[in-house]
């Protein structure tokens, strides 16, 4: 059995925790970490749109990258120490949402933590990227909250409906 953990800054030990309950004792367990491309990609442009193209050893997007790299590299060291049983990590640089989706096509499960608006139950407690995850995912998915699920009374109370139209016969 191959399970993918996806490590996010802010949400991964309940990923590991996750892994470590429900992953089986001969499990393959590949840690996932991707940095956003766009990130480099915007230093690269504000350079050249600033100051030009001539000066490519001043250019900080080299400098995002090698520190986004570094983040990384650390992050993944974390989550392998937490996890505490043999594992793959897996750096990867791209469109976030993609990457983890190629990382899990041969997987029997991805573990993927919300991310979005944790105070309440309900479809904003998952960010772009993690809702892109789940409904594109190539195998099943185990969704956990990165601290204590909200209480039911967070979910909001239902519209009002209109009353029904009496039946005629």
Do not use: K
Request: hydrophobic share 45%; net charge negative; with cysteine.
């Amino acid at each position: 059995m191959t399970v993918v953990v996806w490590i996010v800054e802010g949400t991964w030990p309940a990923c590991v925790d996750a892994a470590r309950a429900h992953a089986a004792d001969r499990s393959d367990i590949v840690l996932v970490h991707v940095a956003d491309e766009e990130l480099a990609a915007i230093a690269h442009g504000a350079f050249a749109g600033l100051l030009g193209r001539g000066h490519p050893a001043q250019d900080p997007g080299s400098r995002v990258e090698q520190l986004a790299a570094e983040s990384a590299q650390r992050l993944l060291q974390q989550a392998a120490d937490r996890l505490g049983l043999p594992c793959t990590r897996l750096a990867a640089t791209g469109r976030i949402e993609r990457e983890v989706i190629a990382a899990a096509q041969d997987a029997d499960l991805l573990i993927v933590a919300r991310d979005g608006d944790r105070s309440r139950l309900g479809p904003h407690s998952l960010g772009p990227h993690s809702r892109f995850v789940i409904d594109h995912a190539p195998c099943p998915v185990l969704l956990v909250w990165p601290e204590s699920a909200p209480d039911l009374s967070s979910i909001p109370a239902p519209p009002p409906h209109p009353p029904h139209p009496p039946h005629h016969r």
